[in-house]
């Protein structure tokens, strides 16, 4: 019999794994762009990651916000998204106040985050969140940025307070006519020609979009867009200013967190200063326009129940980060996204969602039988149209809610489809036509 002998085999030595190390950076458009751009700030962290021979740089993540406290941040998004699949090992942020709009969601993301083993760095705490006294230091230092974010917001709610009992104008790129001169509207004779031909045509009996292609016909371009819309051609009609006076706080945001700026319907004061510059309209022209607006308005609508009006301003698109905007068709109430409609879809490739599965996603995300405007503002902070028909709700308690809807089929329709299914329908109504 063979002996019996025993090799040991050398176990093969470990090697050396690098600690794979992303950034994020986000920058207000204020004071911040100026001081460090965006890709100032992502260079920089490049530069810090690549030179450190223990890490392996993953990549920068980067957001453009416009102000301090706004949540709708798709880079942080597909940060947190590359992070659960496994690709990150540790963040690194210059402040919470940048990584996090409150303490609830600060916390909460970065538990997630070291429950996966991902560590958050914050340069300017030199806070590492997964060390141990880590999360008591960042309660502390996050409750202290939120507090002072919401003082500030009360200061400067305190002085446009003062300002608008004044009679003083803040803020904003004056509207199509005038010019804004030291807080004060001074004409524009050639734009106010255009106002005044858009009020005629309205009050002729031509409708926004009709307007609209007469006023390209004869080469005249919108401010800001490189074409004519419905919705501006109907704000201009409805814009008060142009009769000389002056309306103040027509929107106001609600709260420091989320900085969204809402139709004031009566909820804060309004002042009205009078004969406070150059009128382009009549009074009389003014209110007639308003007229034939609410006749065309009960036309369309005899009884208007506008639950959508809970949703404007709360739905913005996770591919740009522009607010969706409600329109009403003949067939269909949906949500579209406000840069793929004035842009195209070579701006923004974002879906527009039926108001009806909006409905669908709040009830089954607040777990409703039926849809309350109460409670939906009472919870929900905003609405993200994701890819992939996802709707992604942010909650006030910093919660985040993803609801998949459905699109039905004749939404996948091609062209060709579509053209197929419209001449079916109109044999199959001829066809009743004609057996009748």
């Not at 998004?77 to 090992?89: H, N, V």
């Not at 004969?275 to 009549?282: C, D, F």
């Not at 209110?287 to 739905?315: D, L, S, T, Y």
């Amino acid at each position: 019999m063979t002996k019996k002998t025993v090799t040991k085999v050398n176990a093969l030595p470990k090697l050396a794994s690098k600690k794979r190390v992303a950034a994020y950076a986000r920058v207000s458009s204020g004071k911040d762009a100026m001081l460090h751009s965006l890709s100032a700030q992502v260079n920089q962290y490049k530069k810090l990651i690549q030179e450190n021979p223990e890490w392996l740089f993953v990549g920068v993540y980067a957001d453009e916000a416009l102000t301090g406290t706004k949540d709708a941040r798709t880079e942080f998004q597909k940060l947190l998204k590359d992070c659960r699949a496994g690709k990150i090992d540790m963040i690194i942020t210059k402040s919470i106040s940048r990584f996090a709009r409150n303490t609830v969601t600060l916390l909460k993301t970065v538990r997630d985050l070291n429950a996966i083993n991902v560590d958050v760095f914050f340069e300017e705490q030199n806070i590492h969140s997964i060390s141990g006294e880590g999360e008591m230091i960042l309660t502390f230092l996050a409750t202290f940025a939120q507090e002072e974010s919401r003082s500030v917001s009360e200061n400067m709610k305190w002085r446009i307070k003062k300002d608008f009992e004044q009679g003083i104008m803040w803020g904003g790129k004056p509207c199509l006519g005038y010019d804004l001169e030291n807080k004060r509207l001074i004409l524009v004779p050639e734009e106010a020609k255009i106002v005044q031909y858009i009020y005629q045509l309205y009050i002729d009996g031509n409708g926004a979009d009709t307007i609209g292609k007469l006023l390209s016909a004869r080469g005249i371009s919108p401010q800001k867009s490189p074409r004519w819309n419905r919705s501006t051609i109907m704000q201009i009609l409805s814009n008060y200013n142009y009769t000389g006076d002056l309306m103040l706080q027509k929107t106001f945001r609600k709260d420091h967190l989320s900085k969204r700026k809402v139709v004031n319907y009566g909820e804060v004061d309004k002042y009205i200063v009078k004969n406070n510059h150059e009128a382009i309209i009549s009074k009389e022209m003014f209110n007639k326009v308003q007229k034939i607006r609410k006749k065309q308005a009960e036309k369309i609508q005899p009884n208007p129940i506008k639950k959508h009006r809970v949703f404007r301003g709360m739905i913005r698109c996770g591919v740009c980060g522009r607010a969706y905007t409600y329109k009403n068709t003949p067939h269909n109430e949906v949500w579209r996204c406000s840069l793929a409609v004035t842009k195209g879809k070579t701006a923004c490739t974002a879906k527009q969602v039926p108001d009806s599965k909006i409905i669908e996603a709040a009830n089954s995300t607040l777990d409703r039988n039926g849809f309350n405007e109460v409670y939906f503002n009472s919870k929900v902070e905003m609405i993200l149209v994701m890819p992939g028909n996802r709707l992604a709700f942010q909650m006030k308690d910093g919660m985040s809610i993803d609801y998949h809807w459905k699109t039905s089929r004749s939404d996948s329709w091609t062209p060709e489809k579509r053209e197929q299914a419209r001449i079916r329908a109109l044999k199959q109504i001829k066809g009743g036509v004609h057996n009748g």
